[in-house]
């Protein structure tokens, strides 16, 4: 269960959790043409507290929008004001903050005509996405019998709703056949991403991860490959196949909610050791001290808030 908070910034107020409520003609529930993002804030080790890389997620939410023809009635600049806002009024000084972008309840049919543009924000305390021994000791994944979206098919660069139906689906089988998390392959077969996460592989002193393709342009992956580059490694956006996967040194999954998470096996073929890599776990431990500010260098990255 999601531990409630008190209030959600409801199309320009803050409301009580409860009353954060919706019709069920939203058409957003029947066509699934909404947007959203999933975005970090951390304590930071000098006790601040500080949202990360929020404006390349509130850049992604209206990127998302265009791309689904949606326009968001607010400022981008009012958007990062009301995330701090909800921040703020939930006393969070880290947690997991949801903003949706979708569309309520007027006309039915595909089309969805005037209704009206809808933007919540929803902030909540989240641990470790896939669980703490998730991150230390990494994930067991199965291939998924579900194929990302080809490019055509569904907006890959948007993060929108209905594309989730694939994840959801894509997450379900892999959990009911005991494994912690899926690989989905591209339509063409090449290894695309996990159900909400990006995915690298380390071999031969190389990282790779799948170019933006079918997958969706993570701010985590960036990060990734940027601080990957800074700490000399040779990061290269190259589609690879699942047994390059099955014979890798070592793969992790990245994602704002996932972090970055270790991957010990793919279809039951043990990967590296079976464990945390060096070079991943070398990744883990530089991007939490970017999140936590303890690395200058990345302090743009940082959006520090009081409460
Ligand atoms: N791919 C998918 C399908 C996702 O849902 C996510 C999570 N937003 C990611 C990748 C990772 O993106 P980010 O690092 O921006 O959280």
Redesign the pocket.
């Known amino acids: 269960m999601v531990q409630k908070s008190d209030k959600i910034w409801f199309d320009g107020k803050l409301v009580p959790w409860g009353e954060a409520n919706v019709h069920v003609l939203t058409h957003t529930l029947h066509y699934g043409v909404g947007v959203f ?2 975005i970090r804030a951390y304590k930071c080790t000098d006790g601040r507290s500080a949202v990360f890389r929020l404006k390349e ?1 509130v850049d ?1 939410l209206f990127d998302s929008a265009k791309i689904l023809h949606i326009t968001i009635p607010y400022t981008r600049e009012a958007i990062i004001k009301a995330i701090v806002e909800t921040l703020q009024a939930n006393r969070m000084a880290e947690g997991y903050i949801r903003p949706i972008v979708f569309i309520g309840d007027g006309m039915m049919g595909v089309h969805p005509g005037d209704n009206p543009i809808r933007v919540a924000i929803a902030t909540w305390p989240w641990g470790a996405y896939l669980g703490a021994e998730a991150l230390e000791k990494g994930i067991r994944v199965a291939t998924s019998s579900y194929i990302r979206h080809h490019v055509n098919i569904m907006m890959t660069k948007a ?1 929108a709703s209905g ?2 139906l694939n ?1 959801v689906l894509a997450k379900m089988e892999a959990k009911a056949n005991g494994y912690d998390e899926a690989v989905l392959l591209d339509p063409d077969g090449y290894v695309a ?6 995915i690298f592989l380390v071999r031969s002193g190389y990282l790779k991860t799948p170019p933006l393709t079918s ?9 990734v490959m940027t601080l990957a580059a800074d700490l000399g490694y040779k990061v290269v956006e190259e589609r690879f196949t699942r047994d390059y996967l099955y014979v890798a040194d070592e793969a992790f999954f ?5 972090e970055i998470t270790p991957i010990r096996e793919v279809d039951r073929r043990v990967i590296g050791e079976g464990k945390a890599g060096p070079v991943g776990k070398n990744l883990q431990t530089e991007y939490f001290k970017v999140v936590k500010g303890e690395n200058k260098k990345y302090e743009s990255w940082l959006h520090y808030y009081s409460l």
């Open positions: 993002e999933g997620h992604r993060k594309n989730y994840s991403e996990g159900s909400g996460e990006n997958i969706l342009e993570g701010i985590t992956r960036n990060s990245t994602g704002t909610a996932a």
